[in-house]
Structures are given as structure tokens and as C-alpha cells.
């Protein structure tokens, strides 16, 4: 079956600007998490949401948000982007709460 | 989650066993060990959990020790494939769902 999909894979955008990305889970799995990965800080949690509820939230501040519809399709949105949320943004997707999570590719996001 | 140690770094002749440590002394009683590597620039993989039993599957080995403080992935036959970064996490259940907090990890070079 299809595995996790997220476009798009890359992207460029400038200072101010802001962004929407896009991740489409396994068929099935209805949980979705988002993750932040940088060369310093690593992978970070961002966010996780379940039957279209926020389930949990990491520490990031509130220009950083997202949404799950009912198709369990997820977004997430970055707003007045700064250089340092330049990044691998990485979805995935798990059939429940505290399973086996499936990573997609990732979005590759640079600021300028 | 309790936090985890791993060596930065280790390498592995193609063909022998990987063994990779991992330190999480602080874990609690419900907290799973999981495994997951991840290939230069792809999203990271699920290898294999356990909570206190050693476990096999087709990828790999987890062994745990009694006391559960540290554990060990084994790759039984390393290929140069099997060049990753391999990640180390402890993990509750319940409402931390599928917040995963992933340290530096060990980055695995297989050599032929």
C-alpha cells in the first residue's frame, strides 16, 4: 500500500512569508504527527492530532500550527517564517495512538 | 519520557554484527525502548520495541537488559545498506501518544 505522502518535497521561501504543508497518511491510519529536523536541534515533536483533534503539542511558538480533516489528510502552516525555520519537516502516520509510526520523505523547507 | 544515551558514532564491517548500545537508566516500568534509523535523507524507519523481553524480527534484535536500563539493537549480518543514523527512544503510552523524543542517535557506518 501507498506509504506516507507529503508534498511538496521542496520548497523555498523568504523571510516574512509563510508556508502550508501538506501530508497525506496511510490509508487507514488516523493519527498524524508532525516533526521539525535541523542540523542543531535535531528532530523535534511538533504536533499530533487524531480524528481531526490536536492530541498533543510540542514547544515550538504559535506561528506554527495545524489541522487534520476528516479524511485524516493533515496540514500544517508556518506563518512570518524566519531564516531558522529552515528544515526537514517529517509527517507520520500511525493506525493508533501510540502505534507504529510511518514517516514520510519530508517536506524540505528553506527560508532566504 | 526518560531520556537516552548512545554513542555519537560506530562503525561495522559489512557481513559481521552491529551492535548498538543504548543507555536509558531513568526508564519507568511502562516505558517502551524503540528503535528507528534513519537513511541520509529519508524519514526515519521503524526498526523494533520492546518492553522488558528481548524480541526478534526480520530486521533486527532487541535485547534489554534485566534491569531494563540499557539495551542493545543488534543487526545480525550489517550491510552497507544498514549505513543510518539509529535512533534510541523510550516511550509511554496513554495520552503522550505519539510525542516521541528522539536524542542525537548513532550514526552506523558499515564498511565493506
Known amino acids: 500500500k501507498a506509504g506516507v505522502t507529503q508534498t511538496p518535497r521542496y520548497l523555498i521561501k523568504t523571510r516574512g512569508q509563510q508556508v502550508t504543508l501538506s501530508c497525506s497518511p496511510i490509508?487507514?491510519?488516523?493519527?498524524v504527527s508532525w516533526y521539525q529536523q535541523t542540523p542543531g536541534q535535531g528532530l523535534q515533536f511538533l504536533f499530533e492530532y487524531f480524528s481531526e483533534t490536536q492530541r498533543n503539542k510540542g514547544n515550538f511558538p504559535g506561528r506554527f500550527s495545524g489541522r487534520q480533516f476528516s479524511n485524516s489528510r493533515s496540514e500544517m502552516n508556518v506563518s512570518t517564517l524566519e531564516l531558522g525555520d529552515s528544515a526537514l519537516y517529517l509527517c507520520?502516520?500511525?493506525?493508533?495512538?501510540?502505534?507504529?509510526?510511518?514517516f514520510g520523505e519530508g517536506s524540505r523547507l528553506t527560508v532566504l | 519520557d526518560a531520556k537516552t544515551t548512545q554513542p555519537t558514532s560506530m562503525d561495522c564491517a559489512e557481513g559481521r554484527a552491529a551492535n548498538l548500545p543504548c543507555n536509558h537508566s531513568t526508564i519507568s516500568g511502562n516505558e517502551y525502548v524503540y528503535w528507528y534509523r534513519q537513511i541520509h535523507s529519508q524519514g526515519p524507519q521503524y526498526i523494533i520495541h520492546?518492553?522488558?523481553n528481548n524480541e526478534t524480527n526480520e530486521m533486527a534484535s532487541l535485547i534489554i537488559t534485566e534491569d531494563r536500563k540499557s539495551s542493545t539493537l543488534i543487526l545480525p549480518h550489517a550491510t552497507l545498506r544498514d549505513t543510518a543514523v539509529y535512533y534510541c527512544i523510550v516511550r509511554v503510552g496513554g495520552s503522550a501518544g505519539n510525542m516521541l523524543t528522539f536524542g542525537g542517535g548513532t550514526r552506523l557506518m558499515v564498511k565493506p
Open positions: 490509508s487507514g491510519h488516523r493519527s
Open positions: 507520520a502516520s500511525s493506525l493508533v495512538v501510540r502505534g507504529e509510526l510511518f
Open positions: 520492546g518492553l522488558k
